[in-house]
């Protein structure tokens, strides 16, 4: 089970940091990665990170490459996704997924086409 949390309503140039605690199966041995999805548009990856405390794997869609940042934190089967300087069109629901696969360049796919879904957390920015 994939929980996320972290959401909300924020001013442009806020920053939030969402989480996603995983549940029900073993943390260390998987790809994770966070996606978003627009009104009316299709879920669009954001990075994807592997899991392991040993492979510090990361992978960022070109698009929000500066001001997005995937991490983990192995102790407490969690993974974030810190998103500063945000703006009015970062306005989405954002899922988290995870998939038992190793951490590649293709993560955001795998994950996509493999993954294990979370329920989705809003972000809204708005003045």
């Known amino acids: 089970q994939l929980q996320a949390s972290g959401g909300g309503l924020v001013q442009p140039g806020g920053s939030l940091r969402l989480s996603c605690v995983v549940s029900?199966?073993?943390?260390?041995?998987?790809?994770m990665g966070w996606f978003r999805q627009f009104p009316g548009k299709e879920r669009e990856g954001i990075a994807c990170?592997?899991?392991?405390?040993?492979?510090?794997?990361?992978y960022y869609q070109d698009s929000v490459k500066g001001r997005f940042t995937i991490s983990k934190d192995n102790a407490k089967n969690t993974v974030h996704l810190q998103i500063d300087d945000l703006k009015p069109d970062d306005t989405a629901i954002y899922y988290c997924?995870?998939?038992?696969?190793?951490?590649?360049?293709?993560?955001?796919?795998?994950?996509?086409?493999?993954?294990?879904w979370g329920q989705g957390t809003q972000v809204t920015v708005s003045s």
């Open positions: 997924v995870a998939v038992g696969l190793r951490a590649t360049r293709t993560c955001l796919s795998d994950l996509a086409s493999f993954g294990t």
């Open positions: 029900g199966f073993t943390f260390e041995y998987y790809t």
């Open positions: 990170i592997s899991t392991s405390s040993r492979n510090s794997f990361t």
